[in-house]
């Protein structure tokens, strides 16, 4: 069994900044892809953040640039740190992994999710 376990969110003032963390433990051959999703109120579950094992990352549109994604493969965890946050950013933010513990045999993992709201 893995686990993913996030923690970071909170609340913050629109420009305002957060880090959100994500630990992956139990049994562990290899981590593929890592992502962050979030789901707003009301709103489909959309993907935020892509890093690959080799560091490559990739970004939704509205982040880009303010937002970024980060892994420590010796620690298994991955990190979005979220600069100049605003009021449509506010939503569940939820970790997302392929994680291998048998070689080849990738299977995704989700966190159970942080909540993050931008207000003033």
């Known amino acids: 069994q893995v686990q993913l376990v996030e923690s970071g969110g909170g609340l913050v003032q629109p420009g305002g900044s957060l880090r959100l963390s994500c630990a992956a433990s139990?049994?562990?051959?290899?981590?593929?892809?890592m992502n962050w999703y979030r789901q707003a109120p009301g709103a489909r579950r959309e993907l935020v953040a892509t890093?690959?094992?080799?560091?490559?990352?990739n970004y939704y549109a509205s982040v880009k640039g303010r937002f970024t994604i980060s892994r420590d493969n010796a620690k298994n965890t991955v990190y979005l740190q979220m600069n100049s946050l605003k009021p449509e950013d506010t939503a569940v933010y939820y970790c997302?992994?392929?994680?291998?513990?048998?070689?080849?045999?990738?299977?995704?993992?989700w966190g159970q999710g942080t909540l993050v709201t931008v207000s003033a």
């Open positions: 890093v690959t094992s080799g560091g490559s990352t």
């Open positions: 139990g049994r562990i051959f290899s981590i593929g892809d």
């Open positions: 997302n992994a392929y994680v291998a513990a048998a070689p080849g045999n990738y299977v995704s993992v």
